[in-house]
């Protein structure tokens, strides 16, 4: 674990040179209670000066004078109105970095980069920039001249919907604009043109337009469950503890889980995502928020719907969560998780909830169920009691968490929030809880955050935390895994194997039998995840791929009634494999699906064509609309 945290030693060097390092081990050590040591290492961090005295953002940007920032834009539009548009990009560039993003100046270079850009048909880069500025600090009167450059844009990239959007609210502004009364007609009439245009075509899309199927859990919702299909349940096993059983048998392609994240954060920080957890949008283009300009919004509805699930206090502290040792993204997300649970129920009942929990006292199997016996993946409690490893952590690590959330609620006392000092303990010691189930279930297993693929590479859109979905185990040899499109965050999960009644349903952690031996994978869910793994594979030793078979023999074939079908549909499957074009896969997800269950029932595991069919299901069932 140390070694994923390369700031590890922020805090422990200070108190090493304070002398107290051997001390602080011992008494963390002594500590009974959660909210004891928390309070224990608020002290410490008070006592050698360890906590910012002030919220000085300025450190964190340094600009030049405004002036510089205006010289280079009137050198930008010099070079616009010689059609020189590379050259006025780099001015207005220049001039955008020199001031600070929140000013007039920084939207006015922002905005006549856009309109460089639109000149160049480069209506993404123009889209892009327009988005950005258009919540912040634009004068008014220019603000119609916005909505009709984006409306265009958006035309030309075929987002009418948008584009039709973006024309009303040119209309709109166009009152608020410093022009003749002649002009504007002119001006309106274009406008309400283009606005009819939009019309016409939408009426056209929406004619030829094929809404995808809506996927449905197998069985129906699970009563308890209702993220999970109703033909399974959850069950004890010695090894593993609480997993997810098929009480009836479940087909490859059935949908087993349909669940949304508890709480989100988009991963990157100049990303595309939008940063509402119940968006999380993927857009190429997003608004920013004109506050803290530093994360994204699809609309002013998600917008809105942030500010009150507690963005307006994570504003003026974001630099500051963003610099904090440990994993930062995951140090946000337990602060956007903390507010918004604590805003909704205020601290008396947030801090009654978190000290009533108690993981050990809790039966395991219902863990995370509400009182009427329903597990639910929008409850605070559910997500607050999953697996996680709190109760293991060595000493150093759990002083590492603590010193980070006293971090954290500092920076958020220090902006004007009010945390009553008799809660403190409890609003502590439960933001240690969110940081460690963040870091096992939104991070470390990150198999089922939304993710963009492009020539080989993988790149994470999200963190976010699925209590549901968590409730799998993992088997080197998964039966299901996440279907749909990869950017969205609603998760779906289907079978990718026959799942004969009384198995358990299991994922893939990101830990594989076919290309690592039992003693990597072993070592692997040791130190990654805390656990030794107990799946089939592991326990019965299967080699990796290079060594399964890829024939049949009397070694392999479990029914030999069945021999010569299996046989010849192997040689049918070969030649399959060798035709068929990737993109081309989901065509053929039936025939995938019945050549893997007839050799479920007669070859002996594993065999290298079923292997490869498997992987080919789990390819078909995903959509990767950006390849
Ligand atoms: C995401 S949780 C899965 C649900 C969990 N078993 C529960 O009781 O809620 C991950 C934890 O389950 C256990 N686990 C998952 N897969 C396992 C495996 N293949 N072998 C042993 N333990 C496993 C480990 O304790 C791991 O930390």
Sequence with gaps: MDLEFDDFSYYSTRLLLADVLDDVYVEMAKTQSAKSRFMFTRDLLRKHNMLDSSLDTDKFFEYEHPTV???????????????????????????????????????????????????????????????????????????????????????????????????AECLTRLDEADMSAENKLKFRAAVEIAATECDQLLTYQKRTMKT????????????????????????MSENMGRGVYATRDINPGDVVAIDEPYISVPFQDDSEVCNYNGCL????????????????????????????????????????????PGISKINELALKWFLKDYLKMGPKKYCSIVDNFSES?????????????????????????????????????????????????????????????????SVGASLVRILTVLDSNARKLSINNPYISHQELTFILAFTLYPTISLFNHSCDGNIKRSGVITDRIRVIK?????????????????MFKEDDKELRQRVSNDRFDFNCYCDPCIKNWPTLKFIPNRLSTLNI?????????????????????????????????????????LYTNVKRPFALYEDCLEMIGDAHIINKFL
């Excluded at 192997?570 to 081309?584: A, G, H, I, L, R």
Aim: glycine share 4%; with cysteine; aromatic share 12%.
């Design 69 to 167: 920032s205006e010289s280079y834009r009137q050198r930008g539009n010099e070079f616009f109105k010689a059609k020189m548009y590379d050259e006025a990009v780099d001015m207005y560039t220049k001039s955008l970095k020199s001031c600070k993003p929140t000013t007039e100046c920084n939207a006015l270079a922002v905005a006549n980069r856009s309109a460089a850009h639109f000149r160049m048909g480069k209506y993404d880069l123009c889209l892009k920039g327009l988005r950005v500025v258009m919540w912040a600090n634009y004068p008014s009167k220019l603000a119609y001249k916005l909505y009709e450059r984006a409306g265009n844009a958006e035309r030309k990239l075929g987002l009418i919907e948008s584009a039709k959007e973006s024309y």
């Design 495 to 511: 079978a990718v194997q026959p799942i004969p009644k009384g198995t358990q349903l299991c994922c893939n952690y990101g830990i």
């Design 361 to 425: 006292k809790t039966d395991p199997i219902t863990r995370g169920f509400n009182e009427i016996g329903q597990y639910k993946s929008d409850n605070f409690l559910t997500a607050y009691s999953l697996d996680c490893s709190e109760n293991k952590m060595p000493t150093h690590v759990l002083i590492f968490f603590n010193c980070i959330a006293v971090d954290i609620l500092h920076y958020l006392t220090l902006s004007g929030f009010k945390i009553p000092e008799r809660y403190m303990g």
């Design 212 to 235: 995808p199927p809506v996927e449905q859990l197998v069985g129906g919702r699970n009563e308890n469950i209702p993220a999970l299909s109703a033909f399974v349940e959850l069950k």
């Design 558 to 598: 479990l029914n030999p009634k069945m021999a010569d079908t299996v046989s010849s549909e192997c040689e049918k499957f070969v030649k399959f494999k060798m035709s068929v074009k990737p993109e081309d896969l989901c065509q053929h997800l039936n025939y995938l699906y019945s050549f893997i269950k007839l």
């Design 281 to 324: 949008k993927f857009d190429f283009a997003l608004f920013r928020c004109p506050k803290c300009v530093m994360v994204y919004y699809c609309n002013k509805d998600c917008m809105n719907k942030d500010y009150e699930d507690g963005h307006h206090l994570v504003c003026p502290i974001i630099c500051f969560i963003k610099s904090t």
